[in-house]
């Protein structure tokens, strides 16, 4: 069985996971690969549905084209999703939130894993699969409460039709996210990067701004990512077994 020391966690990492009042995590598709859902990048999965690549179906364009294909594309993605459950990794972090005396979860992905597994509060930058936000008032409401019309949600406040409450390609961030964490990611002195390939920004600046402020920031994933080498540590390997072993060596 691999041991913490085995992974070859540093000493400075040991003490400021003991100390550290202030720890934030930025999560990708990659903490998410150990419960079964595909990462956008590697692995051969690049995704085209009924003959669209992901970037064409998912993007902005596509709302005012076709918006029922939209959704035929969303609740596709949700029904693969219904039966995956979190993982150690997932787990893991939720219970960080009880651990420091402030902590701060990020993620870029919409699968609602990270709520799944107990995460509170968490900053979606790129919205949630299992949401809808109205066209004309702007409301968001969880899809199972909503009525559709000819395969459209239809909101509850104002009867107006409804679209995924996600970033789809060739849009802006939800209004406050990115600055939410961009101040925790100031204010943090310890910030863990999980399973992203940092390459979409602004997402990818939140470690670069801890860093910048003075933070400690540890990268976990198997494999390498433009933000490795302004890391401060990289632990090499899947989230679902370092995370939880770096937890233990707490204990
Ligand atoms: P990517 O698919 O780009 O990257 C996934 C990362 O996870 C890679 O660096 C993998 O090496 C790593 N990885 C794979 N398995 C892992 C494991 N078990 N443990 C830890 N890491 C693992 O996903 P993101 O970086 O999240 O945006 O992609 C960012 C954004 O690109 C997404 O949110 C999405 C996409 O366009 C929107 O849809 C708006």
Same mark, same amino acid.
Request: glycine share 10%; charged share 30%; proline share 8%.
């Given at each position: 069985m691999q041991t913490v020391t085995q992974l070859g966690v540093s000493n400075k990492l040991r003490s400021l996971f003991e100390t550290a009042a202030n720890v934030l995590v930025l999560t990708g598709a990659g903490v998410s690969a150990e419960s079964g859902v595909p990462t956008f990048r590697g692995g051969g999965n690049t995704a085209v549905w009924k003959g669209m690549p992901f970037e064409i179906i998912s993007s902005a364009g596509m709302l005012e084209r076709d918006l029922r294909a939209v959704w035929e594309w969303f609740n596709y993605r949700r029904g693969r999703l219904e039966t995956l459950k979190p993982n150690p990794a997932h787990e893991t972090i939720a219970g960080w939130q009880q651990q420091f005396k402030h902590f701060t979860l990020v993620t870029q992905n919409i699968d609602g894993l990270h709520q799944a597994a107990g995460s509170r509060d968490v900053i979606e930058l790129h919205g949630n699969l299992w949401r809808a936000r109205c066209f004309d008032c702007g409301q968001r409401h969880e899809?199972?409460?909503?009525?559709m019309d000819h395969d459209v949600p239809?909101?509850?406040?104002?009867?107006?039709?409804?679209? /995924?409450?996600?970033? %789809?390609?060739?849009?802006? %961030? /939800?209004?406050?996210?990115?600055?939410?964490?961009?101040?925790?990611?100031?204010n943090c002195e310890l910030c863990f990067v999980v399973g992203t390939s940092a390459v979409v920004y602004p997402s990818a600046s939140i470690p670069e701004i801890a860093r910048a402020a003075g933070a400690y920031v540890v990268e976990v994933n198997p494999e390498a990512t433009p933000l490795s080498d302004l890391c401060d540590e990289v632990l090499t390997g899947?989230?679902?077994?370092?995370? /939880?072993? %770096?937890?233990?060596a707490r204990a």
């Open positions: 899809l199972r409460e909503l009525r239809v909101c509850i406040d104002c009867g107006g039709h409804m679209r /995924p409450d996600v970033v %789809l390609f060739g849009e802006m %961030l /939800p209004p406050g996210a990115f600055e939410r964490a961009a101040h925790e990611a100031e899947k989230a679902g077994e370092i995370l /939880p072993m %770096l937890s233990e």
